[in-house]
């Protein structure tokens, strides 16, 4: 079962109609933080691509360096878009089965 974190970040990377953000964009801090960080959320990625590590990638973001949930996504889809595109599949992978989770078995 996914978790929460994982799925928040999972569907928002799922269903972004404009790279990388779930509001559309990124932000000057969130620009930042990819800028210094995007390199390292990839190599966490590398090592553990599995929903535990993007699980793990947004529980420090948001736990240690407090961003919010959609902020975190941003930042994810973002590195993962700009660092390491060959993990795209993964956030798609986990957004689908997020999406199938909440409409009872069918994408939406």
Request: charged content about 15%.
């Amino acid at each position: 079962m996914l978790t929460k974190t994982a799925a928040t970040l999972a569907v928002t990377a799922l269903v972004s109609a404009a790279p990388a953000s779930a509001d559309g964009q990124l932000n000057s801090v969130e620009t930042a933080y990819v800028n210094t960080y995007g390199q390292a959320i990839c190599e966490v990625l590398d090592q553990y691509p599995s929903e535990e590590g993007v699980k793990g990638l947004g529980d420090v973001i948001m736990g240690e360096d407090g961003f919010a949930p959609d902020s975190a996504a941003d930042i994810v889809n973002a590195s993962v878009l700009a660092f390491c595109p060959r993990h795209w599949g993964l956030l798609v992978a986990l957004g689908t089965a997020a999406r199938r989770n909440q409409t009872g078995g069918r994408v939406a």
